[in-house]
């Protein structure tokens, strides 16, 4: 994510770098040290999953280095949309068809409540400076279809889990949004926002403190087993571990294809306007709410921590592709959500990168951690589920019942379609589209 700075309207040349690094600071890779000969777990990966993982495991008194090929944070984990919260996609009815009831509402639970419960226990208990705020979320609905059925659903999960939320008609989203292009919406007010840098950077000091070795730029070229430990190999050294957690998403690399064929990374663009004023953000969000939508290309925007900005998000495309053609979608997307908006018009927003990797084709998170060759592989996982389930994976790694989840009880099965390279994306894209072309029309 990059933001657009200009004068009275007047377009300038994108900064270079994510607006969340201008607050939070960029992610550097730490002083670069010699690898121990040995330790008792290695994590591939230093975002969000790695680190939490890390500091559990260091606060046991576990020897931990975590590996990353970049610096530490400096992917997905610093650069999203900031929220706090949780969901799903899939129905109560298609989880309760494929896990069961029982898995189901656990599944449910986790990604509702437990997992953002643990993240804000870990920003109070840790003392995370990352400007979290409990602001509520609206989902807003894209057809008028859907209004009905969402209240249905959302009965229902309230029956099998205590979520506080609750069904907002049309004739009272401005209260929440100031757009009228949805058909009324749910609001969670026990979700919030943060700032992802500061919050990654906060992760990485925890982790730290525990006694984590922590190196950046150091990719893992390769990683075999011999006999009760794990060779890791780097450029600049190589280490034996006893176990090890790939924690690497939707960045893991070739070496670990066995994982990279159960794992679809979909990018996902952000854009942040130039700064509009306290006064302007509060009219168009009166109570300051984060913002998802119900379609395909599930757009996503949010006040900036600060008040002042508009931070837009959206799959722009769902592969790589030239910088203007994700640009010229979220400009697109942000003037019809807030066509009043003079800043808006002009060309004062702009991409310069995919703002995020998701691993999860579905949203929410529904994978087994069983292990091939030894090394736990993390389950696909979104947003607020990130920290838990490293969290999670590092109690299972330790023997703890407490590392039990409903993630445990699902598949994360290889598609044999999938050979590492996400070919097909284009495709989805196009099919998104068409979806939500026809949807727009069928209002």
Known sequence: MTTWSGENGRSAK??????????????????????????????????????????????????????????????????????????????????????????????????????????????????????????????????ASEYEIAGSELKRLQALVPIEAEMVPRSRQRDEVATDLYAGGIVYPQHGGLNPAKFVKGLLAVASR???????????????????????????????????????????????????????????????????????????FPKSRIVVESRERHCYYRPSPDGKRIIFGGRAAMFNTPKLSPNARCADFSRKFFRNLAACRSATVGVAAPASLSASYQTLALARDLARDGVLRQPQHHGAMAPYLGDKAALRMLGRPEGETACAQTGFPIRWWHQGSPWFLPIVDVSFRIRDFWNTMHR
């Open 14 to 143: 994108p900064k270079s770098e994510p607006f969340w690094w201008d607050d939070g600071g960029k992610p550097l890779p730490p002083v670069e040290t010699a690898l121990p000969s040995d330790v008792d777990v290695l994590i591939i990966g230093a975002g969000l999953t790695g680190l939490s993982a890390a500091g559990t495991l260091a606060k046991a008194g576990k020897s931990v280095l975590v590996l990353d090929a970049a610096a530490p944070g400096a992917g997905a984990s610093s650069r999203n949309g900031g929220m706090l919260g949780g969901g799903h996609r899939l129905s109560i009815d298609d989880l309760e068809a494929r896990f069961g009831r029982a898995t189901a509402v656990a599944l449910l639970r986790e990604a509702h409540l437990d997992s953002a419960a643990f993240v804000k226990g870990l920003i109070a208990s840790e003392g995370i400076d990352c400007d979290f705020a409990e602001t509520g979320r609206f989902r807003g609905l894209w057809r």
């Open 210 to 284: 525990a006694g984590a070795r922590i190196q950046g730029n150091r990719p893992v070229t390769s990683l075999a087993r011999d006999r009760a430990a794990h060779v890791a190999k780097t450029p600049r050294g190589h280490v034996r571990a006893g176990a090890v957690l790939a924690a690497t998403n939707g960045y893991t690399p070739a070496i670990l294809n066995h994982l990279r064929r159960r794992i679809i990374p979909v990018p996902s663009f952000i854009v942040a306007a130039e700064p509009l004023g306290t006064n302007k953000i509060r009219s168009l």
